[in-house]
């Protein structure tokens, strides 16, 4: 058993060396390649989470068996087992739906370097969330902007490279501000292992030095990932990176990317500044804010659009919105609700992309509203499993999202300030409404029969799609079915969290 508490480094180690290997090789091979090793760290991410939970304490891993500050850590416990596995298998799941247009969209001279970019964004993942060091987690921080920018980009056409461009601009944003954070952080503390940090941070508050600087670097750092996950009004790089980027990058970026900045940075909440200091702290009021007014103007702004891709990729907005109002609300069931609505939306979102581009293969290639109609009945699988997601988004009971819903719920009714509780119960009700007026008008309009049409004609054509949105069918009915079992897990991960 005590081989298990390598397989967290072995995992990150093999991404990155695979992304090399891959680099010398053709598509075909390349493809081989990654699709072995998203699955090798998906069994090994399940061993560990079997392990951490069987033993009930998390374990730090020494890198090179040098303590600090020559050596590096890597920290796991049940809730890093628990989002490796999920990261692992929406990363599986969204590359093999998104295969065949991915050929269709990529030259064959190219797509080796997309599995590259895959590699290196599996291992910048599962770096953030299993890292215990600042330091690292920087670095990965800039290797996974990289890849996302790159597989953006790489579809060559226009649109694509101005997204790429959007996004690399404000991602690099992002970075300035957390790499100005760190420095602040290790300037006050002398210490990049989080740890130790945390140690450090509570005696400067108990002293009450250096208050202004300490605020600023928590609040730097807190925009800067804010920024590389899209929170409003931070998010004007994603709706054009999600629509013009291939299926399976668009899958990625909005199921995976942004939520492991998410999960980087309710680490660094939890272990570098320490929940009683955080949830003091009146930054959590500035995200909370910024939530509440995401998943307003996301739900707004996807409902003018005509659209598919790019109506999803504004519902993502009003989703990330969820996500930072949990956390917002400065408790643990607050926490609890957006950790798993992090589970929830990307379950959902990779679902809706490659759903979207099942429905768009049968429509003409195009995504347009009008060229639409009736594309459900042409490709039944796709159009069921938009089906489900759109009922998971608005929060249909037995899906993910209705979950997520009902938790954020019970978050704000415990809330210790009134005017949170009023004001997330409010936008919960007027969000859901707004996520069903958009909703419904696409399943309006997909599900719309047209005289003459064969029914279902076209759906069965890609197999690898038709498994991929089944599997992730499944995984948000089970979310949203079994809820009781995922949040005993994530509620005794967030315990070992600290």
């Known amino acids: 058993m005590e081989f298990i508490r390598n397989l967290p480094f072995i995992g990150i180690f093999l991404c990155m060396s695979t992304g090399v290997i891959n680099s010398v090789l053709d598509g075909k091979w390349a493809k081989k390649v990654s699709f072995t090793v998203i699955t090798a760290n998906l069994f090994m991410s399940i061993l560990v989470l079997y392990y951490v939970w069987q033993t009930k304490q998390s374990y730090i891993y020494v ?5 600090a500050p020559w050596g590096n850590e890597i920290r796991f416990g049940i809730l890093e087992g628990a989002f490796a596995t999920f990261f692992c298998l929406i990363m599986l799941l969204s590359v093999l739906g998104g295969v065949k247009r991915l050929e269709e969209d990529i030259s064959e001279k190219r797509s080796n370097l997309y599995y590259v970019l895959v590699n290196l964004l599996m291992a910048a993942i599962l770096a953030l969330t299993y890292t215990n060091d600042l330091f690292t987690a920087y670095v990965f921080v800039e290797i996974m902007t990289i890849g996302a920018c790159g597989i953006i980009v ?5 649109r694509s490279l101005l997204a790429s461009v959007k996004y690399m601009i404000m991602s690099l944003l992002g970075s300035g501000l957390i790499l100005i954070g760190l420095t602040l952080i290790y300037d006050l503390t002398g210490h990049l292992l989080m ?14 030095q250096y208050q202004v600087p300490f605020t600023s670097a928590i609040a730097l750092i807190s925009v800067g990932l804010a920024m590389k996950s899209a929170l409003f009004p931070f998010h004007s790089w994603l709706p054009d990176a999600y629509t013009y980027a291939t299926s399976a990058s668009s899958a990625i970026l909005s199921s995976l990317v942004s ?3 998410i999960f980087l940075l309710i680490k660094i909440y939890y272990r570098v500044i320490g929940l009683s200091i955080i949830f003091q702290n009146k930054i959590l009021n500035i995200l909370f804010l910024f939530g509440i007014a995401g998943m307003i103007f996301g739900s707004l702004s ?4 005509d659209d598919l891709k790019k109506m999803i990729a504004y519902s993502s907005v009003a989703q990330i919105g969820y996500i930072y109002m949990g956390i917002g609300l400065g408790t643990t069931a607050g926490m609890l609700a957006a950790v798993f609505h992090i589970m929830s939306h990307a379950a959902s979102k990779s679902m809706m992309f490659l759903s979207a581009s099942g429905l768009s293969q049968v429509s003409g290639r195009s995504c347009n ?4 109609i009736g594309a459900a009945h042409r490709n039944r699988i796709a159009g069921f499993a938009f089906l489900v997601g759109a009922f998971s988004m608005v929060g249909i009971p037995m899906t993910a999202g209705y979950i997520s819903k009902v938790y954020f719920a019970q978050a704000a009714i415990q809330a210790p300030y009134q005017f949170k509780m009023i004001i997330t119960v409010i936008t919960l009700g007027i969000s859901t409404i707004l996520n069903a007026v958009y909703f419904i008008r696409a399943l309006i309009v997909i599900y719309q029969p047209l005289k003459g049409q064969k029914q279902g004609a076209d759906g069965r054509r890609d197999f690898r799609m038709a498994v991929a949105l089944w599997a992730l069918v499944v ?7 079994h809820s009781d079992a995922v ?3 994530l509620r005794a991960g967030l315990r070992m969290f600290c």
């Open 154 to 158: 790489i579809r060559g056409e226009g």
């Open 63 to 67: 890198m090179g068996h040098h303590p």
């Open 475 to 481: 995984t948000n009915l089970f979310l949203g079915m």
């Open 302 to 305: 996807a409902i003018r659009q």
């Open 195 to 208: 740890s130790n940090i945390q140690e450090a941070a509570q005696q400067l508050v108990k002293s009450g």
């Open 487 to 489: 949040v005993d897990l």
């Open 259 to 261: 939520k492991a900045y």
């Open 369 to 372: 509203y009008r060229k639409l």
